[in-house]
């Protein structure tokens, strides 16, 4: 079993920047591929921005170039760095971690099983 805490959301204007960071417990070593990803309100569930065992990262279209996804190991924390943020880059942020890969054709995909946080909200005025 694996716990995720998430935690960094918060109210920015248009062209801010936020670091949302996930902190992860338990089985771990088991649960190596983590991911971000985000739900407005009305809309589905979509991915943000995953990385790889090996640490590989993959990006949704929008938001290469202005996120920056890290993990610390050690620790054991997942990081996403957000930069030149968009009013449409307000959701809910949630944290996952599974046992293969979430990306599809290339794009962060929810996972169907492994583990989530409970969310942190961001919310980017214009």
């Known amino acids: 079993q694996v716990k995720l805490v998430e935690s960094g959301g918060g109210v920015v204007l248009a062209g801010g920047s936020l670091r949302l960071s996930c902190a992860a417990s338990?089985?771990?070593?088991?649960?190596?591929?983590m991911g971000w990803f985000r739900q407005a309100p009305g809309k589905e569930r979509e991915g943000v921005a995953t990385?790889?065992?090996?640490?590989?990262?993959t990006y949704a279209d929008s938001v290469k170039g202005r996120f920056t996804i890290s993990k610390d190991n050690a620790k054991d924390i997942l990081y996403l760095q957000m930069n030149s943020l968009k009013p449409e880059d307000t959701a809910m942020y949630y944290c996952?971690?599974?046992?293969?890969?979430?990306?599809?054709?290339?794009?962060?995909?929810?996972?169907?099983?492994?583990?989530w946080g409970q969310g942190t909200q961001v919310t980017v005025s214009s």
């Open positions: 996952a971690a599974d046992q293969g890969s979430m990306v599809i054709f290339g794009r962060p995909t929810p996972p169907e099983f492994g583990y």
């Open positions: 990385i790889e065992r090996n640490g590989t990262p």
């Open positions: 338990g089985n771990t070593e088991r649960y190596p591929c």
